[in-house]
């Protein structure tokens, strides 16, 4: 997927989030401490390699 697609996926994302009848929907709470539990990880250093990403992909 190109930049300007994925960018239009993203904004159309969050243009349906914003949505009244979307954002009252109460959220899991399962999924809630699953993201809390994610982001409160460590982020990857990839020393061994120096990036995830390559610009060769």
């Not at 993203?10 to 009244?20: G, N, Y």
């Not at 979307?22 to 539990?37: F, G, H, K, Q, Y």
């Amino acid at each position: 997927m190109d930049d300007r697609r994925w960018l239009a996926v993203l904004v159309d994302a969050m243009e349906q989030a914003e949505r009244p009848e979307v954002r009252n929907v109460p959220c899991d709470a399962a999924l809630i401490s699953a993201a809390t539990a994610h982001l409160a990880r460590p982020a990857p250093t990839f020393a061994h390699c120096g990036s995830a990403y390559s610009l060769r992909n």
